[in-house]
């Protein structure tokens, strides 16, 4: 089994900026693929960023130069730096990794977080 566990989230003003991260843990063999999803109340869930293992990134057109994704692969953590936020970015923040567990053989694998609530306050 792998775990995802997120933190960072919180309440903050338009403009104001959080960092969310996230921790895999657990029969971990790979991990091909981080990233941030996120839910807003009544709202289809979106990508918003992520990165693959190589370092490529990939942005939600709306946080493009607000939003940072980075990793640290040796400790198989994501972080979210989002800055310049606002009312539109409210939502509950989900961690996805796609990789394979170490008795997976050649099966990719989808994992979720729990989810962090971001709320920005205008």
């Known amino acids: 089994q792998v775990h995802l566990v997120e933190s960072g989230g919180g309440l903050v003003q338009a403009g104001g900026s959080l960092r969310l991260s996230c921790a895999a843990s657990?029969?971990?063999?790979?991990?091909?693929?981080m990233g941030w999803y996120r839910q807003a109340h009544g709202k289809e869930r979106e990508l918003v960023a992520g990165?693959?293992?190589?370092?490529?990134?990939n942005y939600l057109d709306s946080v493009k130069g607000r939003f940072t994704i980075s990793r640290d692969n040796a400790k198989n953590t994501v972080y979210l730096q989002m800055d310049s936020l606002n009312p539109e970015d409210t939502a509950v923040y989900y961690c996805?990794?796609?990789?394979?567990?170490?008795?997976?053989?050649?099966?990719?694998?989808?994992?979720w977080g729990q989810g962090t609530q971001v709320a920005v306050s205008s």
């Open positions: 996805n990794a796609i990789g394979r567990t170490g008795n997976s053989g050649g099966r990719m694998n989808n994992f």
């Open positions: 990165i693959s293992s190589g370092g490529i990134l």
């Open positions: 657990g029969s971990i063999f790979s991990i091909n693929f």
